[in-house]
């Protein structure tokens, strides 16, 4: 199994859980240490010399912290209906980023 196969699987994961997971506190820590792992990997890929588009990485570093911002909001007593709009806002730049990522791979991504 390739790294890039492994990103792809992890990716499915945080997509899955940025689907179904996030709307709760745990569900929402559990999406971001999946993403965190997952941008761990695509670091690797980077230095592997596999690219994607520029905003591929932008919008998945955005979704990550808007998973923190998320968290760290619930921790501060915030309202739910501001915590569950940013964790919708993080879940989308996440489905955009996957979106993305898998079209980069089916053109061939290699620099």
Do not use: D, K
């Not at 999406?31 to 998945?60: D, K, M």
């Not at 501060?76 to 990522?101: C, D, E, K, N, P």
Request: zero cysteines; charged letters at 10%.
């Amino acid at each position: 199994m390739t790294l890039l196969t492994v990103h792809l699987w992890v990716g499915v994961a945080v997509v899955l859980l940025a689907l179904a997971a996030v709307w709760q506190r745990t569900g929402r820590r559990i999406a971001l240490y999946a993403a965190t792992l997952q941008i761990l990997i695509g670091i690797v890929l980077v230095a592997e010399r596999f690219n994607a588009p520029w905003y591929h990485y932008a919008l998945a570093l955005a979704g990550w912290a808007g998973y923190m911002v998320a968290n760290a909001m619930t921790r501060r007593g915030a309202a739910q209906r501001t915590v569950l709009t940013v964790t919708a806002i993080a879940s989308i730049l996440i489905l955009a980023a996957f979106a993305i990522g898998q079209a980069a791979v089916r053109a061939g991504g290699t620099a």
